[in-house]
T-cell receptor, first 114, second 113 residues
Framework: GAGVSQSPSNKVTEKGKDVELRCDPI?????LYWYRQRLGQGLEFLIY????????KSGLPSDRFSAERTGESVSTLTIQRTQQEDSAVYLC????????????FGSGTRLTVV | GENVEQHPSTLSVQEGDSAVIKCTYS??????FPWYKQELGKRPQLIID?????GEKKDQRIAVTLNKTAKHFSLHITETQPEDSAVYFC????????????FGQGTTLQVKP
């Protein structure tokens, strides 16, 4: 596609429910990243995928968070048993070659846990 | 651990003045330093970047300088315009052979007409 596509754009969920966020990167981009942005704050790294290599999961805040990516296509970020502190905008980005090019971000998914 | 500090957190200037935002990073292995602009409710967008083999890069009204010895880099915007108002994020590449970026906390720039 022309850009990084994320869905849903907004998600309101009850505390304790599971949610799944989707990211469709730019075609041909081998690297994919998930970041979390709390209101008025910076971008917090969550996880990074590069081709078929093992993902860098060092930023996932707890075992309630997980992400998958098949090959160089769509990625899903799953948050289990959501908590109010999970409320944030979840941004996905992709790049053609890791470390050589700046990211292209998606529009994000705004998650609100009530 | 890896860390990027960004200052100031807010910056207000008059239209036509210059604005400077500064960042310091902790990982001496970092070699790629992009800057992103995020308008309200929108996605961050890359505006300029610099790699460790150069000390300065300019693109029209925007310039970035890098001091690897001191581990700091700065964004300079000249002749500011109201449409420059946004949140600006600096970032530094993480350690190891990955594309991970460590972001600063952001600077809210307000350009008053």
């Amino acid at each position: 596609g022309a850009g990084v596509s994320q869905s849903p754009s907004n998600k309101v969920t009850e505390k304790g429910k599971d949610v799944e966020l989707r990211c469709d990167p730019i075609s041909g981009h081998t690297a994919l990243y998930w970041y979390r942005q709390r209101l008025g704050q910076g971008l917090e790294f969550l996880i990074y995928f590069q081709g078929n290599s093992a993902p860098d999961k060092s930023g996932l805040p707890s075992d309630r968070f997980s992400a998958e990516r098949t090959g160089e296509s769509v990625s899903t970020l799953t948050i289990q048993r959501t908590q109010q502190e999970d409320s944030a905008v979840y941004l996905c980005a992709s790049s053609p070659v890791s470390q050589d090019y700046g990211y292209t971000f998606g529009s994000g998914t705004r998650l609100t846990v009530v | 651990g890896e860390n990027v500090e960004q200052h100031p957190s807010t910056l207000s200037v008059q239209e036509g003045d210059s604005a400077v935002i500064k960042c310091t990073y902790s990982d001496s292995a970092s070699n790629y330093f992009p800057w992103y602009k995020q308008e309200l409710g929108k996605r961050p967008q890359l505006i300029i970047d610099i790699r460790s083999n150069v000390g300065e890069k300019k693109d029209q009204r925007i310039a970035v300088t890098l001091n690897k010895t001191a581990k700091h880099f700065s964004l300079h915007i000249t002749e500011t315009q109201p449409e420059d108002s946004a949140v600006y994020f600096c970032a530094a590449s993480g350690s190891g052979n990955t594309g991970k970026l460590i972001f600063g906390q952001g600077t809210t720039l307000q350009v008053k007409p």
